[in-house]
């Protein structure tokens, strides 16, 4: 079946330490996405491809990084630069830039 | 300022009894405005797209309208299962690109 994976399911960060987390699609979806979802927020964009060896920054992007080599694969690196890292992160991809949207299941990050 | 708000922020339904969440929006020229579920731990689920006032979409004991101001999510005769976050959220222009952006969601807790 397609769809999203996302791993691992929870992490855990010592503060200065740089994590990387990923994310395979294969719904041969040119676009794909990360979110940050945090209680009584939104989910704010932090990166988005719409292609591969090409990305763009979201609303949130500062202490965060992304590659885009394979068009199946999105991976996020939350740096020691962000200051408040733990929170609930989601990739998602989409065969358009906004419509149609389908989400992994999650990583839950926490720094410790 | 806001863009998308959502109403109430959390729900409490006996099962049977229907209800409606709303989801209000302050941007123009709305192109586009999605439903999603989002059970504890995972990411959200696609439910449903509205595209233009009038315009109603069903699925289940779900039914989505869209007015030129808000959209509503009526459920009916709910049951246990339908027990979720469900998040609105709204792609309109920004000069020569576009934006989406996700409501806080309203919390659903349906009791037998």
């Known amino acids: 079946d397609g769809g999203i994976t996302q791993s691992p399911k929870y992490l855990f960060r010592k503060e200065g330490q740089n994590v990387t987390l990923s994310c395979e699609q294969n719904l041969n979806h040119d676009a794909m996405y990360w979110y940050r979802q945090d209680p009584g927020q939104g989910l704010r964009l932090i990166y988005y491809s719409q292609i591969v060896n090409d990305f763009q920054k979201g609303d949130i992007a500062e202490g965060y990084s992304v590659s885009r080599e394979k068009k199946e694969s999105f991976p996020l690196t939350v740096t020691s630069a962000q200051k408040n890292p733990t929170a609930f992160y989601l990739c998602?991809?989409?065969?358009?830039?906004?419509?149609?949207?389908?989400f992994g299941s999650g990583t839950r990050l926490t720094v410790v | 300022e806001d863009q998308v708000t959502q109403s109430p922020e959390a729900l409490r339904l006996q099962e049977g009894e229907s209800s409606s969440l709303n989801c209000s929006y302050t941007v123009s020229g709305l192109r586009g405005l999605f439903w999603y579920r989002q059970d504890p731990g995972k990411g959200p689920e696609f439910l449903f797209t509205?595209?233009?006032a009038g315009e109603e979409k069903e699925k289940e004991r779900l039914k989505a309208t869209l007015t030129k101001k808000e959209s509503f999510l009526h459920i009916t005769a709910p049951k246990p299962e339908d027990s979720a976050t469900y998040l609105c959220a709204v792609v309109y222009p920004t000069g020569t690109a576009s934006k989406l952006t996700f409501g806080t969601g309203t919390r659903l807790q349906v009791t037998l």
């Open positions: 998602a991809s989409s065969v358009d830039r906004y419509y149609g949207y389908t």
């Open positions: 509205l595209y233009s």
